[in-house]
Each structure stands twice: as C-alpha cells, then as structure tokens.
C-alpha cells in the first residue's frame, strides 16, 4: 500500500473565502483534511485591556468592534451586566426597543452571511441580493441610531433616543419587502442543487456532543437541540411575544442554513409584534455624570443571543469608575477553534470556507 | 416570591460533596467558592453527575493588590438552567492552576489564552505555544502591573517628522498657503 505525501496547507489570513482575519492550518493528503488548527492573532488590538482603561460608558466605542458584522449583541449584554451590577431598572419602552434592534441587528447578519454562504459556494448572485437588502435594514439603523454599523445606541439604563418620527412605519415596510424577498432567495439558494448538494451531509456537529463541544446558537439548534437565550433566560421583551425557535436535524452545513432561514421569518415576526405592542413612555434611565459615575464592587455574567450563538460578558467592578475586568465569550470562540478543528477532519479542501461560514465565526471574538 | 429550590439543591449537594463555601445569587445563578485543587473534581462532579455538561466560560481577573488571579469556571446545565461560577484565587507568583481540557476539549483555549496573557501555567497542556501573540518576550500583558504606555513609547517610534505630533493637515495647509475655514479648526490640536 502506496502511503500519500502529507503536505500543509494555510488558507487564511488573506483569502476571499475566510470570515476575517484567521488562519486555518490544514495538514492534507490529496484533498482530504488529516487534522486543522486555528490561528488567530492578526486583529488583537487588546480591546479587553482597553476596556479597562476606560469609564463605564467609554467602552462602548471598543464594544461594538467585537464583531463587525453583528455588534449590537455586544453593547446589549454589557449593558445588561452593568445593569444587574448596579440594580438599574430599565423602562418597558426601552426593552422593546431593544428587542426591535436586535431582531434588526439578526437580520442583517443574517443577510450577510446570506452573501459569505452563497458566495463560497460560487453563487455570487445571492450575495449581491442580500448585501443590497442588508442596505434597507442599515437605512433603518442609521435612521434610529446616526451610524449604519456601529450604532453604540443601548446604553445601560435603556436606549440613547427614541424612535424618530415616521421610523415604525418604514420598519414595517422594510420588514414587508424583506419578507417578499425571501422567496426569491429560496428559489436561488435553497432550491438550487449546487448549494444541496454542496451543503448536506458535510461540516456534521454530532447530536450528542454538540453542547459538551460548547457549540451554541444556529450551529447548535441545527442538531436539533432546541437551546436558545432568549427562551431559556429571556430578557428585553422576548418573554412578552410570540415567536418559535426552529431546529433541524442532521447538524450539517445545511441544517444550519435552515435554521437561519427559519429565525429570519421569526425576526420580522418579533420586529412587528413589538413596534404593535410597545407601551408609550420612557426609553431611557439616565445614569449619572460618566466621568463620576462609580458601579457596586462584584461581578455579573450576562448572555445574549446573537445571530452566532450565545455571547456572554463576564463584567467584574472593584466600585471605581472603570470595569476591573470585562471578559469577552463570543459564540466564535468555541465554534472558531475547537468546534472547527473537529468537524474539519476528514472535509475536502474544498469546503473549509463552506462550513466555516456555516459556523458564524468571526475572528476578533476570539482574540479580542 | 421567587422560588429558587433548584438552585439551592444544587448548592447544598456541591457543598456537602466537597465541603466548600458557596451562595445562590439570584434565580439561576449559584456561586461556588473552591481551593484550587478541587476545582476540577467539583467539575467533574457537576458535568458526569449533575448534567452542567456545557462550559459557557472561564474568566481570569487579576487582582494584583491580593497577590492573587481569579478564576471563574461558568457551567450551564441545559436541563436546570442554571450558571454556576465555580471560583477560584490562586497566587500571581508562579502562577499554576489544574488543566481541564480532559473534562471539556474547549478549555484548551482558554488555558493557552490565560498561559499567553496572565502567564498562568498548566501542566500538561498541549497546544501551539503561541496563541494570539507572535514573538512575545514581555511580561504577560492582561497582567495589571503590565505598563502599556511605556511599552508603546519603548517599542513604537514616530515617523519622521511626526515627532511634535503636529497636525498633518495643519501642515500641509501652511504649506501650500490653504486657509482651514473656522469649522474645520476646531477640530484642530492648537
């Protein structure tokens, strides 16, 4: 028996099919992948050690750039781990507000991971229809928040402002064209063989040791483990509406891309029921002087669930006016290394970017 | 009233075990205080026994005035729903603490982040030395004695020309003779 030359392969960091600044080591024979490991380190800017340089309220600046694509979650689970420290109460209004950005927030990430799924699999056209849709929801976030993709819009104690005149019915209007959008992407991408067959029965997360794996989110539910924050814990207002948290079978790279199809038709669901039912009122609890303001000595571990998965900030105060110690979980931890180096062995070459795109990894939560 | 049963069962059960201090925080969340050499037993315990089988997280916080690092193992059992933080303090000098990537692969990560930026050591732990630092030879930098200024100002040097911090566009407009209209110079450094 002829043994095959084992060579090493680096895909990453400057390749069009890596979901940021990552390196993923192969080592191959032919196209098989033998073992993978991940290297990281090409984006630290020490945002962790920033943080704790600053007051209470300064790092929300640094927050947001945890996750380019998605960074909403970031700002809400820090301000809800400040809140727990402090016992600060934060008006219903303000809670469906929150909620509405972060089913907007969801929908765009969704939207452009439309793009990086389709687009690893050669289907260019699907991404160039997501990224202009992701468009509409920025315009809503730019209207709402003055910035498209960081917003630093959730402050502890409620929202910075609120609803800007006329925003709830372009809301709805946006949701409806969305929504009427999304049978056209059925058609290209989950009706299209190419992506079937590119997508089923690889990148497979086994059932029974997905949650040991410390696998979360879409990627989890996708095994049909039916996990999710906002129902086990829920917070802002997702206890006060009515949505389902669909799951799949097989833990594929397919049945990810179902599940995500499916939370998107629930996002616009949620994004209607709380512009329908949020009280009139207060959207925000005005914190004291940012340069004075000190927060109780202790720590809180907050969790939020985000379009990848669980993000947790383990937040820690000594009762000055900057955190001792803001410890970053983002669902890309676990699913950007360990998950990923497993699931990895055995793949072709040719679908590494494919079932990491499947994965929602996004590097600068791993090196923070 | 909130009823917090579950969480005292699962505390009273960890105590008695180990022998250990704890308290219930709120609803859904327990904290355990352990020496560190029965951290990774009362993890075993509450993963193989008590269904907590998922590792949300382990946070590191350096508490340089004690002389101590904090470890805080974050367990989450999918069928309770409860977090409990198992804590521990260990000494800042020679740092070690008890590898547990053998109970949960993903604490690997964690372990070579806090031996990369804490300098904490575990014994036994397999993996690229280098982590998310290339060519690092300083003191671990989450450390809080680590002096980023000094460092900045020791490794980093203005560019030619840029040693007075001056205004580049402040500069280039004297120049070339361009008026900076008033809105534009408030922004300015003078």
Not at chain 1, 54 to 71: A, D, G, K, M, Y
Not at chain 1, 107 to 129: E, K, P
Not at chain 1, 282 to 301: L, Q, R, S
Not at chain 2, 95 to 116: L, P
Request: net charge neutral; hydrophobic share 35%; with cysteine.
């Amino acid at each position: 028996m002829v043994r095959e030359k084992e060579t090493t392969l680096y895909i990453g960091p400057q390749h069009p099919g890596i979901t940021g600044n990552m390196m993923v080591k192969l080592k191959v024979t032919g196209d098989t992948i033998v073992s993978a490991s991940t290297h990281v380190g090409y984006l630290h800017r020490a945002f962790e050690k920033l943080i704790e340089r600053r007051n209470w309220l300064q790092s929300f600046t640094i927050l947001c750039r945890f996750c380019v694509p998605e960074p909403d979650p970031m700002e809400l689970t820090y301000a809800r781990a400040v809140e727990e420290l402090e016992g600060r109460e934060v008006p219903e209004r303000a809670e469906y507000i929150r909620t509405i950005v972060m089913e907007l927030a969801r929908i765009q990430a969704f939207l452009l991971w439309y793009g990086g799924q389709s687009g690893s699999a050669g289907l260019y056209l699907v991404g160039q229809w997501s990224v202009g849709d992701r468009n509409y929801v920025l315009d809503l976030f730019e209207d709402l928040t003055g910035g498209r993709i960081y917003h630093m819009y959730i402050w502890p104690g409620g929202v910075r402002r609120d609803l800007p005149k006329g925003w709830k019915d372009k809301a709805l209007k946006t949701m409806d064209y969305l929504e009427k959008r999304l049978d056209d992407y059925d058609k290209t991408l989950f009706d299209n063989t190419i992506f079937q067959k590119r997508a089923q029965g690889i990148g497979v997360i086994p059932k029974d040791k997905a949650i040991e794996w410390g696998v979360v989110g879409a990627p989890l539910r996708g095994t049909g483990i039916k996990h999710d924050v906002r129902i086990d814990e829920p917070y802002c207002a997702y206890d006060k509406l009515d949505f389902i948290v669909p799951t799949q079978e097989g833990g594929d790279v397919w049945a990810r891309a179902l599940v995500r199809r499916q939370e998107i038709r629930q996002s616009i669901s949620i994004i209607r029921q709380a512009l329908d039912k949020m009280p009139e009122g207060d959207f925000y609890n005005k914190v004291p002087n940012p340069m004075k303001w000190t927060v109780p000595a202790g720590y809180a571990w907050a969790k939020t669930e985000s379009v990848r998965g669980e993000v947790g900030f383990y937040v820690e105060s000594d009762g000055s006016n900057k955190p001792r110690r803001v410890h970053v979980k983002g669902a890309a931890y676990t699913h950007g290394v360990t998950v990923l180096e497993k699931i990895l062995k055995g793949q072709n070459i040719a679908d590494v970017s494919f079932i990491l795109n499947s994965l929602g990894v996004c590097p600068p939560e791993i090196e923070r | 009233m909130v009823n917090l049963d579950k969480e005292n069962k699962i505390l009273e059960t960890i105590k008695t075990t180990f022998n250990v201090e704890g308290r219930v925080i709120r609803k859904n969340r327990v904290e355990i205080n352990a020496k560190k050499d029965i951290v990774s037993s009362i993890l075993l315990f509450a993963k193989n026994q008590q269904g907590y089988i998922h590792l949300n997280h382990i946070a590191c916080v350096d508490w340089l005035e004690k002389g101590k690092f904090e470890l805080s193992y974050i367990i989450w059992s999918p069928t309770d729903k409860i977090t409990i933080f198992v804590k521990t303090l260990i000494d800042r000098e020679k740092a070690e603490m008890e590898n547990i990537d053998n109970i949960w692969d993903q604490a690997n990560t964690y372990e070579r982040e806090f031996r990369e930026m804490y300098g904490i050591q575990f014994p036994g732990l397999v993996g690229d030395f280098e982590f998310i630092l290339e060519d690092w030879d300083e003191m671990p930098p989450m450390r809080r004695d680590f002096d980023t200024n000094a460092y900045a100002e020791k490794t980093f040097y203005q560019r030619p020309g840029r040693e007075d911090a001056k205004d580049v566009r402040e500069e280039l407009t004297k120049q070339s003779g361009e008026v900076i209209p008033d809105f534009a110079k408030k922004y300015s450094r003078e």
